[in-house]
């Protein structure tokens, strides 16, 4: 079994000897790429071997078995013309990968198609790109001790995405994904959707979750294949979801390349509506120019999460559930953000919010909250939920991220609710302007006390100071 972590590691030093590429954005899309056609290869011979018929959609010539898998392998400047060929006559990976197509599997092919569509090779040395490739052939992505190392190393080039990104661009904690989920419980059959995937975080931690509660047959097993959905804007986090999807198993992940401010609101109908809803919509993001005018006038704004929440509400069934992760900027303010709170609250039961530490998305410091809803009937009550640092732990970092057992006294929480000091209920009629961003009512007191305290410090030292300097100045 190869040392995945220093596999990944060694890939990352020898691109960065590589003229051709710039920053960790390109080291990013590069490493993308050669992942999913690594990946989607080992996919394919696993395939080959389960199914008398099956064949990959990937021609002879450009399948990583045939030109990658060799260390003595092509290279130098006839790996990069192999790679970069426009020529008609003798066409590269990249012209023909973004002009595959198949009648056989047809969707496969043109989950392929798309990958090459939008990505770019962007080393300039032949030699380094075969030292990279000769790395990823260390890892065996069919070797499940391999996958399981791979998922947590996986996870650090999710996060150097995230850094790399733009504002509004956060990585959402496994911990934060598989609490979401397992408090959201898709079962089988129930269409799973996250408008906003990124790299397929919610979406695996969905696949994982109905797996391990609901399949139990080849039939389930083909009813999950068909329940998950996503959609992601950004290229780079795009392949790298779609990558993560087929190492979790879906054969033609139901993965798009698209923006989902894009789709028009008035179109949505039942057919396009989903049971379940899991997402991290960006916040503080730049959406396109004119996006806004795809909405109601009365939700019309330049703030994605808030566009987002009311996509999401159009998005879902009766009866169906979300679970989102929103910045404090979302759950308060005036004007147009009070408009989409109050169509939240009316349109759906929220019913938690779980309020989480500033550092919770380190290495980004911002207030975030996690909603959970049902959409069909009003809110009546809300319940938050104060989540808190470990003790002794004053913020979470690189070292030391947030962890699920920490949710634990949540989880016990969740079906037998009591206020206690880090929960507490509010009725919608206290709400002001439908402002959601109440504080702990426990810890609010606490504050009063503590500053009273500190008021009356600065008293005493302030008297003191007062009695020394009167004691001087009779002493002169």
């Not at 090779?121 to 065996?140: A, C, H, Q, T, W």
């Not at 609710?417 to 919608?428: H, L, S, T, Y």
């Not at 500190?454 to 302030?462: A, F, T, V």
């Amino acid at each position: 079994m190869a040392n995945v972590a220093a596999v990944v590691s060694s890939i990352r030093n020898i691109m960065r000897q590589d003229r051709g590429i710039s920053g960790d954005a390109q080291r990013l899309e590069q490493l993308g790429w050669m992942l999913f056609l690594k990946i989607i290869d080992d996919k394919d011979q696993e395939l080959e071997i389960l199914k008398d018929d099956y064949q990959s959609v990937i021609p002879e010539k450009f399948q990583w078995r045939t030109w990658a898998s060799d260390p003595e392998g092509i290279t130098g400047d006839d790996l990069l013309e192999f790679i970069d060929s426009n020529a008609q006559s003798n066409r590269g990976l990249f012209a023909t990968l973004r002009n595959l197509t198949s009648v056989t599997n047809p969707k496969r092919a043109a989950i392929v198609k798309e990958v090459f569509d939008g990505s770019n090779n962007y080393m300039k040395s032949g030699y380094e790109m075969r030292k990279v490739i000769n790395k990823l052939n260390e890892i065996d992505f069919n070797n499940s001790d391999d996958k399981h190392i791979f998922g947590n190393i996986y996870e650090s080039i999710l996060q150097e995405l995230r850094d790399a990104g733009n504002k509004g661009e956060y990585y959402t904690p496994r911990a934060v994904t598989q609490l979401m989920t397992q408090m959201t419980d898709p079962k089988l059959g129930e269409k799973v959707l996250d408008p906003a995937a990124g790299t397929g975080g919610f979406l695996t931690a969905a696949i994982d979750h109905v797996r391990d509660h609901y399949v139990n047959t080849v039939d389930d097993e083909h009813t999950l294949q068909n329940s998950i959905t996503g959609w992601e804007l950004k290229p780079v986090a795009y392949v790298l979801g779609l990558t993560n999807l087929i190492l979790h198993e879906m054969d033609v992940p139901d993965y798009h390349y698209i923006d989902s401010l894009k789709k028009e609101y008035n179109s949505i109908g039942r057919k396009d509506q989903v049971d379940v809803i899991l997402a991290n919509p960006p916040f503080g993001a730049s959406i396109a120019d004119g996006v806004e005018t795809n909405f109601p006038a009365t939700y019309r704004c330049k703030e994605s999460a808030d566009l987002f929440v009311i996509l999401m509400l159009q998005l879902l069934k009766p009866k169906g559930r979300c679970a989102i992760v929103l910045p404090d900027g979302s759950i308060t303010g005036d004007g147009v953000k009070a408009r989409i709170r109050e169509k939240l609250l009316t349109d759906c039961n929220l019913h938690t919010i779980i309020r989480l530490p500033q550092t919770t998305f380190f290495p980004a410091t911002v207030s975030t909250n996690l909603l959970f809803f049902e959409k069909g009937n009003k809110t009546k009550d809300i319940w938050y939920y104060e989540h808190k640092l470990p003790e002794g732990q004053k913020s979470y970092s690189k070292t030391k991220p947030i962890q699920f057992n920490e949710f634990e006294p949540l989880i016990k929480w969740w079906n037998n609710r009591e206020e206690n000091d880090q929960a507490w209920k509010v009725n919608i009629n206290d709400l002001k302007d439908w402002d959601l961003d109440i504080k702990n009512p426990v810890q609010e007191e606490e504050e009063k006390l503590e500053s009273s305290d500190e008021i009356l410090k600065r008293l005493k030292k302030s008297f003191q100071n007062s009695i020394d300097l009167i004691s001087e100045l009779a002493n002169e």
